[in-house]
């Protein structure tokens, strides 16, 4: 069963950090892209950054460039989002997604496979 696992949600004071990861079982990441997206609570989804099969080539909205990173280790199997800098508008349920191959437009929802999400707070 293709199945996408999120972790490393929590609270966090504003300016703190998360590491969170996604995890893939019953499948091999390799050939896939993977994006991470977030919906806040009254909003829609939006994606927050996305990552390409290879790792080469990644991209961010605008409100997490320079903040966040993204990151792939396809030996585990798993992507990763370096969360910095956080703020009180970064409080979402942060989701993975995965689709094969295709970059273009990743920050779209456009994908295959969703995970159950994880909540991220940022609050004092």
């Known amino acids: 069963q293709l199945q996408l696992v999120e972790s490393g949600g929590g609270l966090v004071q504003p300016g703190g950090s998360l590491r969170l990861s996604c995890a893939a079982s019953g499948f091999t990441l390799d050939y896939y892209v993977i994006g991470w997206f977030r919906q806040a609570p009254g909003k829609e989804r939006e994606g927050v950054s996305c990552?390409?099969?290879?790792?080469?080539?990644?991209n961010y909205a605008d409100s997490v460039k320079g903040r966040f990173t993204i990151s792939r280790d396809n030996a585990k199997n798993t992507v990763y989002l370096q969360m910095n800098s956080l703020k009180p508008e970064d409080t979402a349920v942060y989701y993975c997604?995965?689709?094969?191959?295709?970059?273009?437009?990743?920050?779209?929802?456009?994908?295959?496979?969703w995970g159950q999400g994880t909540q991220v707070t940022v609050s004092s």
């Open positions: 997604a995965a689709r094969r191959l295709l970059f273009s437009g990743c920050l779209s929802p456009g994908y295959d496979y």
């Open positions: 990552i390409s099969s290879s790792g080469g080539i990644t």
